[in-house]
């Protein structure tokens, strides 16, 4: 059988990571192909925890597919998140938990619903095919959705989350709130990161209306410690929007343990940061009490007041 690429966005978080190895294991179950997960990018140190909790190895890198290849693309399905040349691929599926994108010229299967994590997508299909939820296959879908939820308290998160989250945490046989917190600090160290790679580590061009941006966002446990680094990450912006010639790049550190963000906001369009929270940036920063989520927090407010 023809090999099937599976694989999430860009700048992969623990969602897209776990999402491709629990949907290639889902497809092979079900005998529908052979598929295969990969990755477009670097693991950070959040699902290295997970990987490494679990013994297993990362997926193998995706630098380019061939026209016409096979591919099941999951936790995302805008063409500028994805693979280069998605649109010359056979999409056969898609499971995701953002905003439809994609347009296709052909039918394909496509599983959107609005919950805090396509792993929690994920655990339905499985129930729906009848197939076993193993207890591997189990912490990967937690540990994700710990990670998309921020430990159920992004505003993100829905009763369908908290239903899998307690079934899951009964087969991996984790208390999910000591290994989630154990896990999403261990998300939170930057130390061997350049500047360069924080700014990718979770970046994605999100347009509000005519605004180009990028909206990075970085989690930690002391928003100090980071903001520590807030020249150079200063510099590192600006290069940046120079390099993509954008109105804004908003950096979102996000504090785990009080649920607030510290956002840096650089570009010609920074002021709708102020507009859209109605807040004062000084010396380009402010904190944003209670805003966690890029998604419903960020993406919904900026857009409204563009």
Same mark, same amino acid.
């Given at each position: 059988m023809v090999e099937t690429y599976v694989f999430g966005h860009k700048s992969p978080d623990s969602d897209t990571i776990t999402s491709s190895i629990v949907m290639a294991y889902l497809e092979n179950e079900m005998g529908n192909s052979e598929a295969k997960a990969y990755r477009l990018g670097n693991i950070n140190k959040e699902t290295e925890f997970i990987l490494n909790y679990l013994g297993i190895d990362a997926p193998e890198l995706l630098e380019s597919i061939e026209d016409g290849a096979d591919v099941i693309l999951v936790d995302h399905n805008s063409p500028a998140e994805s693979i280069d040349n998605l649109e010359n691929a056979n999409i056969l599926k898609v499971v995701d938990h953002h905003k439809l994108v994609l347009e296709t010229s052909y039918p394909l299967f496509? &599983?959107? +619903? %609005? =919950? !805090?994590?396509? #792993?929690?997508?994920?655990? /339905?299909? *499985? #129930?729906?095919n009848g197939v076993e939820i193993t207890k591997e296959i189990a912490t990967l879908m937690l540990s994700a959705i710990i990670s998309d939820t921020l430990l159920l308290k992004? %505003?993100?998160t829905t +009763? @369908? @989350?908290k239903v899998a989250v307690k079934k899951l945490?009964?087969? $991996? #046989? =984790? @208390? $999910? #709130? +000591? *290994? !989630?917190l154990e896990m999403l600090k261990a998300g939170t160290d930057l130390s061997s990161f350049s500047i360069e790679e924080i700014l990718s580590l979770d970046a994605k061009q999100i347009d509000f209306k005519d605004v180009k941006s990028i909206v990075n966002q970085v989690n930690t446990a002391d928003i100090s410690e980071v903001m520590v680094m807030k020249d150079e990450l200063e510099d590192g912006m600006n290069k940046i929007i120079e390099e993509e010639g954008l109105d804004l790049f908003m950096l979102l550190i996000t504090d785990i343990v009080n649920s607030n963000s510290q956002v840096i906001a650089l570009g010609n369009s920074a002021g709708l940061v102020e507009k859209a929270y109605n807040v004062i940036l000084k010396d380009n920063t402010v904190l944003l009490e209670g805003v966690v989520s &890029? /998604? /419903?927090? =960020? =993406? %919904?407010?900026m857009t409204e007041n563009a």
């Open positions: 496509l &599983r959107f +619903e %609005p =919950v !805090g994590c396509t #792993e929690t997508i994920l655990c /339905k299909l *499985y #129930e729906e992004s %505003p993100t +009763e @369908d @989350d945490s009964q087969i $991996a #046989e =984790v @208390d $999910a #709130e +000591e *290994y !989630g &890029r /998604k /419903k927090q =960020v =993406v %919904p407010i």
